[in-house]
């Protein structure tokens, strides 16, 4: 292991710099080396737990037009869906048999949900079982947000997917990278434990990109950080855009790994989309949590972000003893506990 190589490896800050370093590694070997490092990481910081968080996708209406997403407006082939309030609450029962403790609560930007709405599901999953809730569903007023905070809920998960400023706005013709902070920062003022992240392979994306996204985590600590690979969808205007590097993906995983230490970071459904047992993999190079997905039938095969989603036919109640095999077999164990920030200890 070269001198420059192994000091970056283990220097407790990084330079942009020094990630894009990382970044640029094809030595076989120093990749694997640092795959190792970014695991040890993952240990000394966060431990051998796998937390599980249980994802219900309510809703499959957006009302942005995001050019890479599949349930963006335009997308007028999707079967759309709005799943109930009675629904929603039947499916947290089945998380909550499986012993999850935390439940996800995911939409597109579906305003026809008010914030009444979901005060009323916060409320009511909190006052009959003992798991936290994270909610998914877009920029929203901060109305709204003190609202559901108010409610109960714990954490809002809400990727920036760029830091880059003009290929936000490419990607995103309703919206913007500042305003998207700007929430983000509020969500992290009133209490919420935030998570926020990138799409890797997005068309015109360069190294120096990714390394920025890395980092505009760690400026905005971040309680989790996602990191999860481009996969296109047929009814999008990047039809034609080539899937996300693996062995980019892989890269930024670890190396967000490094630099941000003790965030939780997702093994994603589209890493193990992107190549078979993927979310493993990523468990393997720093992952800390994995997300199965509760969405009942018939819905979940049409929350269709991108193509070739994985488990989308399978029983969803069966997600938590496969997941629980695979990831005991890694010789790591599934935690019994909430999975809250490791910020706050």
Sequence with gaps: MNEKFKSI??????????????????DKDEIAQLYKRSDEVRKEFCGDDVHLR?????SNYCEQDCLYCGLRIS??????YRMTKEEILTTVIHI????????????????SYTKEFIVDVIKSIKEKYDVAITLSLGERSFEDYDAW????????????????KKLYSAIHNKQSLDERIKHLEYLKSIGFQAGSGNIIGLPGQTIEDIADDILLCKKLINDMASFSPFIPSNDTPFHNVLKADLEMTLKTMAVARIVLKDA???????????IENGREKGLEIGANVVMPNYTPNPYRQNYKIYEGKICITDDPLSCAGCLQFKIEALGRTISEDKGDSLKTK
Excluded at 9 to 26: A, M, P
Excluded at 75 to 80: A, G, K, Q, Y
């Design 96 to 111: 909550v048999k499986a012993k999850i403790k935390t439940i996800v609560l995911q939409s597109g930007e579906d305003s």
């Design 264 to 274: 939780h970071i997702p093994s994603t459904t589209a890493l193990g989309s992107l």
């Design 149 to 164: 905070k108010k409610a109960g809920a714990d954490r809002y998960l809400l990727k920036h997917e760029t830091a880059n």
């Design 54 to 58: 249980g994802i219900i996708e309510f």
């Design 75 to 80: 997308n007028d082939s999707l079967p759309r």
């Design 9 to 26: 490896l283990y220097k407790s800050d990084l330079t942009k710099d020094e990630v894009i370093y990382l970044f640029s590694l094809s």
